[in-house]
């Protein structure tokens, strides 16, 4: 199987935070790298708030996010796009990997899953403990009685996708020519308990419809990239290029994080702190004391 690809087309970039939580310096970072990424080759950037997750997006995390970026001088085209006015594409999405016999519920609680993280014989791929495939041989009785009867995630079958979709590839302007590895990262959830869709599904499509060409997001998100990559095949979608860039790490070396309270963008605007002088730094590297610019 085979996706289309997007040749001849303008570069068209997205940023895509998610308003669980107010933005902070690596956040800037991001948008600066992707808004410079566009404008450089006379492209467009996209806004598209990730809030598919409806119990933690928050309206004022929305205006907070349109706030910090005009504070840093970054503009975006078209009106700002929302997951969660997109909810019945996932649905469709998923329901046609269902159909192909690519989806297993599982049953999974977080504990049972916390039990099995930490068995000695686990196998950890780059983005953590890989799924060991409790549900996946259920029998079809067993999977139909507890579906009446217990909450459930959906899984994507790897290994059926996999037969489905064969060898798979993608460019990387960082690091060339990938081969998709997607066992890397095991039976990832597609359809989560708690929420419509998971990121991996949302993405995928999201990044289809808003015809993105070249992908500008953090090396921590790389390794999502061997499933990206095998869903876009799966559901006939175009390749994009990808630019997986640095990320701004902690003193300990931890990406930063949104409970950073000090790190916020927010703090530093309502501070009086002058928004384009430090998207001026970010764009030279010149960070606050503690923090570091991985080295990928």
Same mark, same amino acid.
């Given at each position: ?99 192909? +016999?690519? @989806?297993?519920?599982?049953?999974? !609680?977080?504990?049972?899953?916390? #039990?099995?993280?930490?068995?000695? &014989?686990? *196998? =950890? ?40 979709? +064969?060898? @798979?590839?993608?460019?990387?302007? !960082?690091?060339?020519?990938?081969? #998709?590895?997607?066992?890397?990262? &095991?039976? *990832? =959830? ?63 070396? =931890? ?42």
């Amino acid at each position: 199987m085979t996706s289309r690809g997007y040749l001849g087309q303008d570069v068209v970039v997205r940023f895509a935070p998610s308003p669980n939580g107010l933005l902070h310096l690596g956040h800037a970072y991001a948008a600066c790298v992707a808004y410079d990424y566009a404008r450089d080759r006379g492209g467009k950037l996209l806004l598209r708030i990730e809030d598919i997750d409806l119990g933690r997006s928050k309206p004022e995390f929305v205006d907070a996010i349109l706030a910090d970026l005009q504070w840093l001088g970054l503009d975006w085209d078209g009106p700002v796009i929302f997951q969660s006015e997109r909810l019945a594409s996932y649905t469709k999405a998923g329901e046609q990997l269902k159909a192909k +016999g690519l @989806l297993y519920p599982c049953f999974c !609680t977080r504990s049972s899953m916390r #039990a099995v993280q930490q068995d000695e &014989g686990v *196998v =950890v791929g780059p983005d953590g403990p890989i799924y060991p495939g409790t549900c996946r041989n259920l029998s079809p009785s067993d999977r139909s009685q507890r579906m009446k009867a217990e909450p459930h995630s959906w899984r994507l079958d790897v290994e059926e996708a996999i037969c489905l979709s +064969g060898d @798979l590839f993608w460019h990387d302007e !960082t690091h060339g020519k990938q081969t #998709a590895d997607p066992r890397a990262l &095991g039976d *990832v =959830v597609l359809i989560p308990k708690e929420t419509p869709v998971s990121y991996h599904l949302a993405v995928t499509l999201d990044d289809a419809r808003d015809e993105i060409t070249h992908v500008v997001r953090g090396e921590d998100l790389f390794a999502s990239t061997h499933i990206h990559r095998l869903l876009q095949a799966l559901l006939n979608l175009p390749i994009p290029q990808y630019i997986h860039h640095p990320v701004l790490l902690d003193q300990t070396g =931890v990406k930063l994080s949104k409970s950073r309270d000090s790190a916020s963008l927010a703090v530093l605007r309502e501070a009086g702190r002058p928004g384009y002088l430090i998207a001026d730094h970010l764009r030279k590297n010149i960070f606050p004391v503690g923090i570091t610019l991985s080295k990928g």
